[in-house]
């Protein structure tokens, strides 16, 4: 039984599948002309995605046929490619053609996760008694589609964090006029209002030392991608050195997340083959 519905899955590999070269099943320089075959990639992409929902290690999820050094081996040199990002982009474009995204209301927010194995991109958390964590802030739309991520370690603000993380809406051309960014209460600063006169947007921030409403307005949507993050067990507890790995299964969990939102909001306005008939993808 894989670990994400076939109906979400498998759109993800036909357009992830899109990017890999053609490579020979056997390798043609071999000198005994007896190599061995090499792993199909859909089997290790689906070792990847074990690893990426469970946060298992590479050893309990490899199998006969495919061990974890080919796991390591093909998942570097995807990451390497920035295939995660180009996935995510390709979605996105699929999301903004079929459902539309929306841009006048897009709040930002910072998440903070553990990485026990240190790395690149870990730092001292300051809520988990300075032990190693990640950082990853993210841009929403107003319907909770991450547009933009970025993963830094835990012990950096989130403040300086919000010029790179609205990067991500020069993807989609001139911001439409009177888009307004929703922050809470970490982002209250002249630095931050700098940030967003620069770029012509308007904020809706949360004041320090005032209590927090009682509704958070519309901040909500991107507390609850957050959430949604967090459910994969390797954004939990990252065990990945590597800056470059870290961000591939960041931008692979937020291809999921954007094509669970797809199909959703698609599945009671067009019709196509193996439409899941349930309301919820889990």
């Known amino acids: 039984m894989p670990v994400l519905p076939v109906s979400l899955i498998d759109p993800i590999w036909e357009q992830f599948s899109v990017f890999l070269p053609d490579r020979a099943r056997v390798s043609p320089t071999h000198p005994l002309g007896c190599h061995r075959q ?3 990639d859909r089997v290790v992409f689906d070792r990847v995605v074990d ?9 309990r999820i490899a199998m006969p046929g495919c061990s974890d050094r080919t796991i390591r081996r093909r998942l570097g040199e995807w ?21 539309g995204l929306e841009l006048t209301e897009v709040a930002v927010d910072g998440c903070m996760t553990k990485a026990p194995s240190g790395g690149e991109v870990a730092g001292k958390s300051p809520v988990d008694r300075g032990k190693q964590g990640l950082k990853r802030s993210v841009l929403v739309d107003g319907n909770g589609v991450p547009l933009s991520l970025v993963v830094v370690g835990a012990n950096r603000h989130d403040g300086p964090l919000l010029a790179e993380t609205l990067q991500g809406l020069d993807v989609w051309g001139p911001i439409p006029g009177g888009t307004t960014v929703h922050l809470d209460r970490g982002y209250d600063s002249q630095q931050t209002r700098r940030v967003l006169d620069d770029l012509g947007l308007q904020g809706q921030i949360a004041v320090k030392g005032m209590p927090a409403p ?9 507390e609850r991608t957050h959430a949604w993050m967090n459910g994969f067990g390797k954004l939990r507890r990252c065990t990945e050195r590597r800056a470059v790995v870290a961000r591939f299964y960041l931008y692979q969990a937020a291809a999921v997340v954007t094509t669970r939102c797809l199909i959703d909001a698609a599945r009671t306005r067009y019709r196509w083959p193996m439409r899941p008939t349930t309301r919820r993808l889990k």
């Open 79 to 99: 990451a390497a490619a920035g295939l995660a990002e180009l996935l995510q982009q390709v979605v996105l474009r699929q999301y903004d053609r079929l459902i």
């Open 38 to 40: 090499r792993v199909p």
């Open 51 to 59: 690893a990426l929902v469970h946060g298992a290690g590479y050893e």
């Open 214 to 222: 009682v509704q958070a307005g519309k901040r909500w949507v991107v």
